[in-house]
């Protein structure tokens, strides 16, 4: 069984710019969170998905959007980058349709660095 | 709104020495409560997790109990061993609406040999 994979493992980017992070969720897993994780910090909830649709969002600037796809694969992008936007991005799947306390499952994460 | 505090670190603890880990929470309804781990430059894996009060989580010798009365969900280790040196995270998820995870700071564990 393949886990959470996402692309690429590392990003520098210079503030103005737009980057697509890229996660692959773990097989039979319908449903696909991203994360921002500053550094020291917990990660803080941006957004999920289920079934291609957006199904909740965190306090994050509409400039944070994404996408997921019919294989449950999903992208973050993040337009207009700012400092403050350097973090390690996670994305966790789950099985269920976004509901209940099933187990999230972490990919290995994207560090996002912005200059 | 859901919220997680957890004692602020480092850590520093001699190996076979015993972990404690403290972890309060705020949260409308009953949540079910985790403790990840993450290892340097790696994700977040599940340690161990309790879905209903006065369940214990249980996992690699560490155990949690979830406890209502008291809105915590203090981690422990009889025996730390160097290799889990690590941050830990206690997190909870809502069990109404969509499933999310809300985490605490994290606590770093440094275990000198």
């Known amino acids: 069984e393949t886990g959470v994979t996402q692309s690429p493992t590392h990003l520098i980017k210079t503030r103005g710019q737009q980057v697509t992070l890229r996660c692959s969720s773990q097989?039979?897993?319908?449903?696909v969170s991203w994360y921002q994780q500053a550094l020291g910090q917990g990660p803080q909830f941006i957004f999920q998905?289920?079934?291609?649709?957006?199904?909740g969002r965190g306090n994050f600037p509409p400039r944070f959007s994404g996408l997921q796809f019919p294989n449950y694969s999903s992208e973050l992008n993040v337009n207009a980058l700012e400092l403050d936007d350097s973090a390690l991005y996670l994305c966790a799947s789950s099985p269920a349709g976004g509901t209940g306390s099933y187990e999230q499952y972490f990919g290995p994460g994207t560090r996002l660095t912005v200059t | 709104g859901n919220s997680v505090t957890q004692m602020e670190g480092p850590v520093t603890l001699s190996e076979e020495a015993f972990l404690t880990i403290n972890c309060t929470y705020t949260a409308t309804g009953y949540p079910s409560l985790f403790w990840y781990v993450q290892y340097p430059g790696e994700g977040l894996q599940l340690l161990l997790k309790a879905t209903k009060a006065d369940d214990k989580g249980s996992n690699k010798g560490f155990e949690a109990t979830y406890r209502k009365e008291t809105t915590s969900f203090h981690l422990e280790k009889g025996s730390v061993q160097v290799s889990d040196s690590a941050v830990y995270f206690c997190?909870?998820?809502?069990?109404?609406?969509?499933?999310?995870?809300?985490f605490g700071k994290g606590t770093m564990l440094l275990v000198s040999p």
């Open positions: 998905y289920y079934r291609e649709e957006e199904n």
């Open positions: 997190a909870l998820s809502s069990n109404s609406g969509y499933s999310t995870l809300t």
């Open positions: 097989s039979g897993h319908n449903t």
